[in-house]
């Protein structure tokens, strides 16, 4: 069964400390997303990979904030210093970009408490 | 740039009644349209997709959704909903080539109720 693992699935932290979200996106997607669900402000787009190469990060605070494909099997979203407005739950997606192939895939998300 | 509307941030419903969630787009560009939804506590499900072809779209669970170009709409439907469609909806865009990122809107929260 396929799917995307995101780790871990809580995590709550001290204003100040790093954080790291890990995605593994499904085997043979060539296209990882990072997204970012607060009540406010819905489902944001972070950045997102195409062949481990960033394609746009143009949502996501740099001073704070890093995304990294180390490899095709391991996707990463590093926060440091964290903030409690860094609080949220984080999404990583895959997918497949040939043809008219356009589903993203999506993990079950990690939930960030920044306190 | 792409955006989406979801015209209403919550839908109460009494069980087996029909629904519509509303969603507009924005766009410069042709796009592909698409619906997920998500569960408590869950990540997001693909619920249907407008790619091209019939602007009439089947889904999973008894969904569906007519794109409508002219008023750049892509509504989503049932015509009797259950109890376990409570969740939230999510209408999104994306631009006319594979791989691109999805757009999201604010969501829908589909309430069905006995």
């Known amino acids: 069964d396929a799917r995307v693992t995101q780790t871990p699935r809580h995590k709550v932290t001290e204003m100040g400390q790093e954080v790291t979200m890990r995605c593994q996106p499904i085997l043979g997607h060539n296209t990882v997303f990072w997204y970012r669900q607060t009540m406010m402000q819905g489902l944001e787009l972070l950045a997102y990979f195409r062949n481990r190469a960033p394609l746009d990060d143009s949502g996501m605070p740099k001073d704070r904030f890093s995304a990294e494909m180390p490899d095709a099997t391991l996707a990463t979203l590093k926060i440091q210093p964290s903030e409690p407005r860094d609080s949220a739950v984080y999404f990583c997606?895959?997918?497949?970009?040939?043809?008219?192939?356009?589903?993203?895939?999506f993990g079950q998300g990690t939930r960030l408490t920044v306190v | 740039a792409q955006s989406v509307t979801q015209l209403d941030s919550q839908v109460p419903v009494f069980e087996e009644a029909p629904v519509e969630l509303r969603c507009n787009y924005s766009?410069?560009?042709?796009?592909?349209l698409f619906w997920y939804v998500q569960y408590p506590n869950q990540g997001l499900q693909l619920l249907l997709k407008y790619l091209s072809g019939s602007t009439l779209v089947k889904g999973i669970n008894g969904f569906e959704a007519e794109f409508n170009k002219s008023q750049t709409s892509f509504h989503l439907r049932k015509p009797s909903v259950h109890i376990s469609d409570t969740a939230e909806y999510f209408c999104?865009?994306?631009?006319?080539?594979?791989?691109?990122?999805?757009?999201f809107g604010k969501g829908t929260t589909l309430s069905v109720s006995s």
């Open positions: 766009s410069s560009v042709s796009v592909y």
């Open positions: 997606a895959s997918g497949l970009a040939t043809g008219l192939n356009t589903e993203a895939f």
């Open positions: 999104a865009v994306s631009d006319y080539q594979a791989g691109t990122a999805l757009i």
